[in-house]
């Protein structure tokens, strides 16, 4: 069976999407951390970050990179976090989040964001990308 983020790539689902590419896409995150939480998933469906084919570890990285200092123009903040955390979804994902504070990292009990938050969010950081 497919992973939630496959069927959102595959559009089945819907996506706030601000990236895209042959090997990679990148999401906003229905629970976000902070405001312009992104996830950056390689295209092909693979459980554990350490099983990733070194090319596409690299190509996921330099997209990350990217993304991270369009997130710090979109949401001026100290620092873009980095995380792989990999135990909620069964498919490789990177979590980009706007930091200020240690404390800003937390991956349980987060609300879900609403449609026109993620949207206004995506469309910032296209713009930032631009």
Known sequence: MASIFTR???QELPGHFVWEDEQCV???T???MKPGHVLVIPRLEIDHWDDLPPELAAHLMAVSQRL?????????CQRVGLLVVGLEVPHVHLHLVPLEAMQDIRVEGLPQAGADELAAAATRIRAALA
């Open 8 to 10: 959102i790539i595959n």
């Open 26 to 28: 990148a999401i906003m």
């Open 30 to 32: 229905l629970n976000p």
């Open 68 to 76: 991270a200092k369009a997130l710090k123009r979109a949401f001026p």
